[in-house]
């Protein structure tokens, strides 16, 4: 085994583990394997591995890793930041965005769907911190933009994604999961089919399962550090 297939091995069985400790099945909780910065032979290794979702934030480094890749069967997952004029391309590209924030962006990307792709499965961006560096909607607009997506016919609503600042406290982190949790269980009232609950990364992936998590983001755990 090389070592991303050995790390890959260990965040497996610390999911599993998460998800039997809460009574959860593990089964319910996807991997993405977030490859930001890292090479398309390590993308290989983990592929060898048996993993099939990636996800990329900066879309200039993404797609040459995405062209170099087509040989293989990967889902790739935007989860950057959005710019308006990136929606074509990441439309093109990817099979799920899970940081939309716009209205604008949705319907720009429902324009770039390919009539011949799948729909794009979107995950809309929660901001629950309060920080204003970082992306993500308050909770007061999300009523909007999920009704805006779901408008897109090319684009396929499946939940909710936060990122927790990491400089809060552990306890301030698990309040945002729940909070996000609880978002999601309300929008299933207008949107029966959303399912996603995007949270979970290196640091926290345990929180994360234990808040409801249904994917986990993991980078560092499975690549190494990032330079
Ligand atoms: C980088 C990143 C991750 C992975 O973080 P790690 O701590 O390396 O596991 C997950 N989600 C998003 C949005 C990221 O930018």
Partial sequence: MNPISERLAKVRERITLAANACGRNPDG???LAVSKTKPPEDIRAAYAAGQRAFGENYL????PKILALDDLDIEWHFIGRLQGNKTDSIARHFAWVHSLEKIK???QLDRH???QAAPLDIC???NLSGETSKGGIGPDALPA???AVAACPRLCLRGLMTLPD????AAAQVAAFEELARLLDRLRADHPQV???SIGMSADLEAAIRSGSTLVRIGTDIFGPRA
Avoid: E, K, M, W
């Avoid at 200039?60 to 797609?63: G, I, L, R, T, Y």
């Avoid at 990491?166 to 406290?169: E, F, I, V």
């Fill in 195 to 197: 399912d996603t609950l």
């Fill in 105 to 107: 962006h949705a319907q």
């Fill in 145 to 147: 933009l999920a009704a």
């Fill in 124 to 126: 809309i961006q929660l």
């Fill in 166 to 169: 990491p400089l809060s406290p």
């Fill in 113 to 115: 769907r390919a009539a």
């Fill in 29 to 31: 909780i996807r991997l």
């Fill in 60 to 63: 200039q480094d993404a797609v």
